[in-house]
């Protein structure tokens, strides 16, 4: 029994760093399978306009009528759903660019206070080579941060420095800040006195996602965007900064529990090392430091502590 136990978390530790073992293993088990077909194209124009329902709900200051929550939730919902929709087409003109298939994005409505949990692409073809995927991993964030650079200045030049509520109105959500939002606020406000806050604008509270997401994407494990670009850069080092960023989350956790549930989902879905390709091409100064950019957007645009309540 207790060998069996050994070997269980043995298989499965060589899956979560992506050993070509475990991969071979994984791929003899699905080779009964029929590679499945696309989704219709009715299937992601109707996830679309879902999404834009439920991000524009989400954005509404007002719900008076149906009219009312139209107008003032339309800001927020085109702005968020062009930048995710930004990232995620970057990501397909990339593959389709270096003959990887891939489908359109598939938008995720989710009824919360943004609306959606984002969009994803599937890869449905290997990427064989270092530069297919630095550029597929690297298109897609480098494009939704440029577009959620845009959003954050022009949303914060139009928000407001108001009075906290007084404390014992209820509890009150105060969202965390990355070193470059911080970087635009402080540019474009000054200092925020003590008791004060910024009552974010729709354009800049969905540049803040855009950079929360954008983050995100750039962490170095697995599935990740900044798994694919890191490997391109690093090879198989990739599997240490993997575990490091892993190890990482669990201290954050202990700070903010939000950070658990990407804690799951990075041991059931996304692992922590890359698949290994067998490409030794050397990429060029230009996609190192494109590379390496996307690396140092990661740092200033994640936030630790997204959101606490006071």
């Not at 709900?57 to 009219?67: C, E």
């Not at 470059?180 to 925020?192: D, P, V, Y």
């Not at 697995?222 to 890191?230: C, K």
């Not at 936030?303 to 309540?309: E, G, N, S, W």
Request: with cysteine.
């Amino acid at each position: 029994m207790i060998k069996k136990i050994i070997a269980f978390f043995s298989a499965y530790l060589s899956l979560l760093n992506m050993n070509p073992e475990a991969l071979e293993s994984r791929r003899t088990r699905q080779t009964s399978h029929k590679e499945s077909k696309n989704s219709p194209l009715s299937i992601h124009i109707l996830l679309f306009i879902i999404t834009i329902a439920t991000t524009t709900i989400a954005g509404s200051q007002s719900a008076n009528n149906i009219w009312d929550i139209i107008v003032s939730g339309l800001p927020f919902s085109i702005t968020i759903m062009l930048i995710l929709l930004s990232h995620e087409m970057g990501h397909y003109l990339a593959a389709r660019h270096f003959g990887v298939k891939a489908t359109l994005p598939y938008f995720i409505p989710f009824p919360s206070i943004i609306g959606t949990m984002g969009a994803v692409i599937k890869i449905k073809s290997p990427i064989k080579e270092k530069r297919a995927l630095l550029y597929i991993g690297a298109l897609g964030p480098i494009v939704g941060f440029i577009l959620s650079i845009a959003a954050t200045v022009i949303g914060i030049y139009l928000s407001d420095i108001k009075p906290l509520p007084a404390v014992g109105n209820g509890l009150i959500p105060i969202f965390g800040d990355s070193i470059l939002f911080s970087f635009i606020t402080r540019m474009i406000h000054g200092e925020i006195p003590a008791g004060y806050d910024i009552y974010l604008s729709s354009y800049a509270w969905a540049g803040w996602i855009g950079f929360l997401v954008t983050s995100l994407n750039l962490m170095p494990m697995g599935q990740l965007d900044g798994s694919h670009i890191l490997y391109a850069l690093i090879g198989r080092k990739q599997l240490f900064f993997g575990w490091i960023t892993f190890f990482g989350l669990i201290i954050l956790s202990f700070i903010w529990p939000g950070w658990i549930l990407w804690i799951i989902i990075s041991l059931f879905f996304l692992m922590i090392g890359h698949p290994p390709i067998e490409d030794d091409m050397s990429l060029s100064l230009g996609e190192k430091i494109i590379g390496w950019g996307c690396i140092a957007i990661l740092i200033t645009t994640f936030i630790p502590v997204p959101v606490k309540l006071i």
